[in-house]
T-cell receptor, first 111, second 113 residues
Framework: GQQLNQSPQSMFIQEGEDVSMNCTSS?????WLWYKQEPGEGPVLLIALYKAGELTSNGRLTAQFGITRKDSFLNISASIPSDVGIYFC???????????FGTGTRLTVIP | DTGVSQDPRHKITKRGQNVTFRCDPI?????LYWYRQTLGQGPEFLTYFQNEAQLEKSRLLSDRFSAERPKGSFSTLEIQRTEQGDSAMYLC???????????FGPGTRLTVT
């Protein structure tokens, strides 16, 4: 199956700092999605990307669809305590119905 | 606008018992997906419905698992003769063309003792 490597695995940052995380795939995807998951809940969709090179923002979040179509990046600016959670990247290949998920980046924000 | 709902949220069962979970997708979404998530991992695809037709099944979906979506609205996932390895979070998601963005429910946490 598809392998998605997400890094870093975990991050401990001070409130107000910016955060960067990335996701790489062994295969080409035509859709990249970023989700946030909190304990005991399902993933919540943050940003969707559909074109190579696309840069999309959602409030303090910005994500990019890599030019090679094998990677994606998520940045969070001016982090706040409620940003705590696990961030997952997910990709979908051409003609595919299902998503392949990364292993997640666990974010801890220290007030 | 209601999101995806799942019932129950938690289920504890003894090994060998059968369990059934329900998912109600977002009302105008014709596509429905089941995923399984174990601790420390991302969700893994199990199966996909377009309307009432089950169009794709993962190799993770063993013979003990069956999913239905009889009227193209809600879906059920049944696990027969549960094993301890079935303990996981079972997630349902729905989407509609053309974007295919998948929206997840809160999940059903299954514990097999």
């Amino acid at each position: 199956g598809q392998q998605l490597n997400q890094s870093p695995q975990s991050m401990f940052i001070q409130e107000g700092e910016d955060v960067s995380m990335n996701c790489t795939s062994s295969s080409i995807f035509n859709t990249w999605l970023w989700y946030k998951q909190e304990p005991g809940e399902g993933p919540v969709l943050l940003i969707a990307l559909y074109k190579a090179g696309e840069l999309t923002s959602n409030g303090r979040l910005t994500a990019q669809f890599g030019i090679t179509r094998k990677d994606s990046f998520l940045n969070i600016s001016a982090s706040i305590p409620s940003d705590v959670g696990i961030y997952f990247c997910a990709g979908r290949g051409t003609g595919a119905n299902n998503l392949f998920f990364g292993t997640g980046t666990r974010l801890t924000v220290i007030p | 606008d209601t999101g995806v709902s799942q019932d129950p949220r938690h289920k504890i069962t003894k090994r060998g018992q059968n369990v059934t979970f329900r998912c109600d997708p977002i009302s105008e979404h014709n596509r429905l997906y089941w995923y399984r998530q174990t601790l420390g991992q991302g969700p893994e695809f199990l199966t996909y419905f377009q309307n009432e037709a089950q169009l794709e099944k993962s190799r993770l979906l063993s013979d003990r698992f069956s999913a239905e979506r009889p009227k193209g609205s809600f879906s059920t996932l049944e696990i027969q003769r549960t094993e301890q390895g079935d303990s996981a979070m079972y997630l349902c998601a729905s989407s509609r063309p053309p974007t295919g963005e998948q929206y997840f429910g809160p999940g059903t946490r299954l514990t097999v003792t």
